[in-house]
T-cell receptor
């Protein structure tokens, strides 16, 4: 069965303290891996799509990377406004639906 | 502006009632989805539709029904058969072809009273 596991469940950082969030997956025929940001009470906001191992994407303080088994979301010198839940999702096989991990709740203290 | 609109933002249901959540998109997307989100859990797929007049069950379809009569609209009905309907419901849409990202609405929080 396809699985997506995110770790840690929660992460508390001081402003400026860089770290990484992990998304590991076991799927057959990965077609795409997606990262989203979700603020409390809001819908997820799309961040990145990664398609193949070795691919990297960057946006401001965020960089997403992909290997054959996992993806990392690196956050460099985070600010309090980066506090949110970060969701990882995969598309695999022939369907267009996505399978989501449970998310990592990031808190950045000033 | 293009986007996905969900309404209402908050919805209260009495036990035994059916309620319908609205989802409208003006992105000209072919595919639309409904997800349920519970605290501490990932999004779980309820139903999805790749094209008008066609839809498929997701992982947790029991107690829910949908229709796709127009490309822009994908309403979700939570029936009285859904035993634990209190949750945050999210609608999304995407283009049909390839591995593409989905864009989400702002959600409807349903509470059973």
């Amino acid at each position: 069965e396809d699985q997506v596991t995110q770790s840690p469940e929660a992460l508390r950082l001081q402003e400026g303290e860089s770290s990484s969030l992990n998304c590991s997956y076991t799927v057959s025929g990965l077609r795409g891996l997606f990262w989203y940001r979700q603020d409390p009470g809001k819908g997820p906001e799309f961040l990145f799509t990664l398609y193949s191992a070795g691919e990297e994407k960057e946006k401001e303080r965020l960089k997403a990377t992909l290997t054959k088994k996992e993806s990392f979301l690196h956050i460099t010198a985070p600010k309090p406004e980066d506090s949110a839940t970060y969701l990882c999702a995969v598309q695999a096989g022939r369907d267009n639906d996505m399978r989501f991990g449970a998310g990592t709740r990031l808190t950045v203290k000033p | 502006d293009g986007g996905i609109t969900q309404s209402p933002k908050y919805l209260f249901r009495k036990e035994g009632q059916n309620v319908t959540l609205s989802c409208e998109q003006n992105l000209n997307h072919d595919a639309m989805y409904w997800y349920r989100q519970d605290p501490g859990q990932g999004l779980r797929l309820i139903y999805y539709s790749q094209i008008v007049n066609d839809f498929q069950k997701g992982d947790i379809a029991e107690g829910y029904s949908v229709s796709r009569e127009k490309k822009e609209s994908f309403p979700l009905t939570v029936t009285s058969a859904q035993k634990n309907p209190t949750a945050f419901y999210l609608c999304a849409s995407s283009t049909k072809q390839g591995a593409v990202e989905a864009f989400f609405g702002q959600g409807t929080r349903l509470t059973v009273v």
